[in-house]
């Protein structure tokens, strides 16, 4: 049997003396002490009571056959939140008698550095890539007033914050919680409850996503919580998986909107028969080398493109870095296939970050200068030399546009 509260109560009105409705001792341990003799029936009609027959055996009996050594003690753990487990070895010989979570509290996670206090002290946030922190001590963990809470609740879209800012450009100061264990703890809750901030729930774009939501966040924060609905969220919805909606559909079908602020989002939902998981929100992940050749004189080789979705737009040559190489093989490579000509590459200039509507970039950059001056456009549609001051003069790539600045002031 589990030693609850409930059942340390009982035992103690037994070692006082009290004869207990046999109805009320039910389970293994009570069927053991008759059958030891240690519980006696006394009986009043058709109604059968439980008694001790000793109260000094009772106790005994309690300690050599489940470890209780002291009744009362054994109550007063049981009544603390968290106690420690040498004391618990003291009173009922089991580190491990109360069943509690080793570790309270929630995971932290940003891409900008954000400035905490925990117990009075500063604290800056800003994880390095593929880690995040752990509050363990959240109820002395606090956040100026202006940082939106914005709480994940897929693990890999926690983890991986960086490669989804584009969505949170417009709310300025972001912290992203996690709750932990993410099915059970609601020590995330109580810190949510105990701060003015603004929540944001970041969750999946499916009935089960707002269910979430609002019985265990709007119903507790009202307003001043609100679900993450991204401006695209149609589209989204109508390429998004229709085996997760019917299997969501009998627990959540007949939900209540208590946000009405969600009215839009789940007639959307019913009208496609379909739910989106918030992992499509984790851009893909490209990583380029770029060329920036350089002559003589200063003055800079942009491409344009030929083809695609940002065609006619001008670039630096270069591209993908294929497995086993360097970048400086990757970009003698590259420039090899699009102007069939060879390069020396001089130094590092930057790496551009630039998150695309459908793919994050990350732009490795290199100033190179060439080896032949023969040039042929395999690939591009045209090419041009441009001195610093006509840098500006031609629709750049975003991503490529980034640097213009650093190469004028070069």
Same mark, same amino acid.
């Given at each position: 049997?589990?030693?609850?509260?409930?059942?340390?109560?009982?035992?103690?009105?037994?070692?006082?003396?009290?004869?207990?409705?046999?109805?009320?001792?039910?389970?293994?341990?009570?069927?053991?002490?008759?059958?030891?003799?240690?519980?006696?029936?006394?009986?009043?009609?058709?109604?059968?009571?439980?008694?001790?027959?000793?109260?000094?055996?009772?106790?005994?009996?309690?300690?050599?056959?489940?470890?209780?050594?002291?009744?009362?003690?054994?109550?007063?753990?049981?009544?603390?939140?968290?106690?420690?487990?040498?004391?618990?070895?003291?009173?009922?010989?089991?580190?491990?008698?109360?069943?509690?979570?080793?570790?309270?509290?929630?995971?932290?996670?940003?891409?900008?550095?954000?400035?905490?206090?925990?117990?009075?002290?500063?604290?800056?946030?800003?994880?390095?890539?593929?880690?995040?922190?752990?509050?363990?001590?959240?109820?002395?963990?606090?956040?100026?007033?202006?940082?939106?809470?914005?709480?994940?609740?897929?693990?890999?879209?926690?983890?991986?914050?960086?490669?989804?800012?584009?969505?949170?450009?417009?709310?300025?100061?972001?912290?992203?919680?996690?709750?932990?264990?993410?099915?059970?703890?609601?020590?995330?809750?109580?810190?949510?409850?105990?701060?003015?901030?603004?929540?944001?729930?970041? &969750?999946? $774009? #499916? *009935?089960?996503?707002?269910?979430?939501? !609002?019985?265990?966040?709007?119903?507790?924060?009202? /307003? +001043?919580? @609100?679900?993450?609905?991204?401006?695209?969220?149609?589209?989204?919805?109508?390429? &998004?998986? $229709? #085996? *997760?909606?019917?299997?969501?559909?009998? !627990?959540?079908?007949?939900?209540?909107?208590?946000? /009405? +602020?969600? @009215?839009?989002?789940?007639?959307?939902?019913?009208?496609?028969?379909?739910?989106?998981?918030?992992?499509?929100?984790?851009?893909?992940?490209?990583?380029?080398?770029?060329?920036?050749?350089?002559?003589?004189?200063?003055?800079?080789?942009?491409?344009?493109?030929?083809?695609?979705?940002?065609?006619?737009?001008?670039?630096?040559?270069?591209?993908?870095?294929?497995?086993?190489?360097?970048?400086?093989?990757?970009?003698?490579?590259?420039?090899?296939?699009?102007?069939?000509?060879?390069?020396?590459?001089?130094?590092?200039?930057?790496?551009?970050?630039?998150?695309?509507?459908?793919?994050?970039?990350?732009?490795?950059?290199?100033?190179?200068?060439?080896?032949?001056?023969?040039?042929?456009?395999?690939?591009?549609?045209?090419?041009?030399?441009?001195?610093?001051?006509?840098?500006?003069?031609?629709?750049?790539?975003?991503?490529?546009?980034?640097?213009?600045?650093?190469?004028?002031?070069?």
């Amino acid at each position: 049997m589990k030693k609850t509260a409930a059942l340390i109560d009982k035992l103690i009105r037994l070692a006082g003396g009290e004869a207990l409705p046999a109805s009320t001792l039910k389970g293994d341990w009570f069927d053991q002490m008759q059958a030891d003799g240690i519980l006696v029936a006394v009986t009043h009609g058709s109604r059968k009571s439980l008694r001790v027959a000793d109260t000094s055996s009772f106790r005994n009996y309690l300690a050599s056959q489940y470890e209780i050594r002291d009744l009362e003690q054994t109550r007063e753990l049981l009544s603390h939140e968290s106690v420690d487990r040498a004391s618990q070895v003291e009173v009922t010989g089991d580190s491990k008698f109360l069943s509690r979570r080793t570790f309270t509290g929630f995971l932290v996670n940003s891409y900008q550095p954000i400035d905490a206090v925990l117990n009075g002290k500063p604290l800056t946030i800003l994880p390095p890539d593929g880690t995040f922190l752990f509050i363990a001590d959240y109820q002395h963990f606090g956040i100026p007033e202006d940082v939106v809470v914005v709480g994940v609740e897929n693990a890999e879209n926690f983890r991986q914050v960086a490669r989804q800012k584009c969505l949170f450009e417009d709310y300025g100061k972001v912290l992203f919680v996690s709750r932990y264990p993410q099915n059970q703890s609601k020590d995330l809750l109580q810190w949510l409850m105990s701060i003015p901030n603004r929540y944001v729930h970041f &969750g999946d $774009l #499916d *009935l089960a996503g707002v269910a979430i939501y !609002q019985n265990e966040y709007y119903r507790h924060l009202g /307003e +001043r919580a @609100s679900f993450f609905i991204p401006e695209d969220y149609e589209e989204r919805i109508s390429k &998004g998986n $229709l #085996d *997760l909606y019917n299997s969501q559909l009998p !627990q959540y079908g007949r939900m209540i909107v208590e946000d /009405e +602020r969600l @009215s839009d989002l789940l007639n959307c939902i019913h009208r496609y028969h379909r739910g989106y998981e918030q992992e499509g929100y984790i851009l893909k992940q490209i990583e380029v080398v770029a060329a920036i050749i350089h002559d003589a004189q200063g003055r800079i080789f942009a491409t344009q493109r030929g083809y695609g979705e940002w065609k006619d737009y001008w670039e630096y040559p270069g591209g993908k870095v294929e497995p086993g190489e360097t970048a400086e093989e990757a970009l003698k490579r590259e420039i090899r296939e699009e102007l069939s000509t060879e390069i020396s590459v001089d130094e590092f200039l930057c790496t551009v970050e630039y998150d695309y509507p459908a793919f994050h970039l990350t732009m490795h950059c290199y100033l190179c200068s060439l080896l032949t001056e023969a040039l042929h456009l395999n690939e591009h549609e045209a090419a041009r030399w441009l001195a610093k001051e006509e840098l500006e003069s031609v629709e750049w790539l975003p991503a490529d546009w980034q640097i213009i600045g650093l190469l004028k002031d070069g």
